[in-house]
């Protein structure tokens, strides 16, 4: 931040009486990380804030401290409604345009809020009287620890801060393997190690806490869903709601398994299709990449999402065999930079 960006900050919180911190639908590790983080440094300051998320949170984030206060929009739309109507301040964490937010959209464009993004995603669009976005930063938690060192209060922080944010930058990397070449990075993790977080636990809490139907259907994906194109280097895989029922799936259970086919020699990007749980005709779409094959133009493109360079994601609506369709003409558009 600049110093008025900062000096402006200081002021919103200091004068704000009803702050309300949300994210984005199909809250992960950083937007939940950011959230609570945020949340905890507005107690420190004095502040309570409403942290209300659009709908379900993945189960292997239940043991972040204070998800127990996170309200859910889908759950709570009448109390949630009534509460941004009188906010004086909304803090927008993770996402880069309020459609992100799904059901909870035209509440939060309706309300007479002032409005903050602070987000690491690109072309911020949200009608804010504070945008602090930065697309290089590896997610939206380590842009949440930049801001509070600025501010000089990291010292007043604690584990309950330290913990959601490490996990969010370590979800937002995939393990610090991706988006982390920078070597402050790395500096941030040694200070909020300083805060007697263990990382070891955070891990094996979110990568190794799922149940065994999950990990049946990773097996069952890779043997049998798995179709690799080594002549361009791309792999790319379906997953149906019949074998997510078949595996009694839970929200949460895809995370990671699109990283998986990056594991054969050679290979420079994945793509996962998954079929919505509920709604017909909607495919999810997610991308992986490594070194410079750019998935967030693929994801434009073709899938009409975006992202990261290495991380990005959109969506087909239509039927599998339609989005598997869009997969074949994606690869045959991007061949050269496949091959290349």
Known sequence: MTDGECRLLRSLIDDAENIVLCCHTSPDGDALGSMLGWAELLRTQGKEALMVVPDQYPDYLQWMPNTEKIVRYDKRKDFVDTVLKIADLVFCLDFNTLSRTDSMEESLKASPAKKVLIDHHLDPDVDAVLCISHPDMSSTCELVFRIVWQMGIYEMQGKHFAGPIYCGMMTDTGGFTFNSTNPEIFFIISQLLTKHINKDK?????????????LRMVGHVLCNCLVVDNNNHVAYYTLSRKDMKRFHFVKGDAEGLVNM????????????????????????????????????????????????????????????????????????????????
């Open 202 to 214: 955070i891990y094996r809490c979110v990568y190794n806490n799922y149940s065994e139907h999950r």
């Open 261 to 340: 086919p990056l594991q054969i020699k050679g290979l420079k990007l994945s793509i996962s299709l998954r079929e919505d749980s509920e709604r017909d005709n909607l495919i999810w779409v997610s991308l992986r990449s490594v070194d410079d094959f750019p998935c967030n133009k693929m994801a434009e493109l073709f899938f009409g999402g975006g992202g990261h360079l290495n991380a990005s994601g959109g969506r087909v609506n239509g039927t599998m065999e339609e989005a598997v369709e869009t997969v074949k003409k994606a690869i045959a558009a991007f061949e050269s930079k496949l091959k290349g």
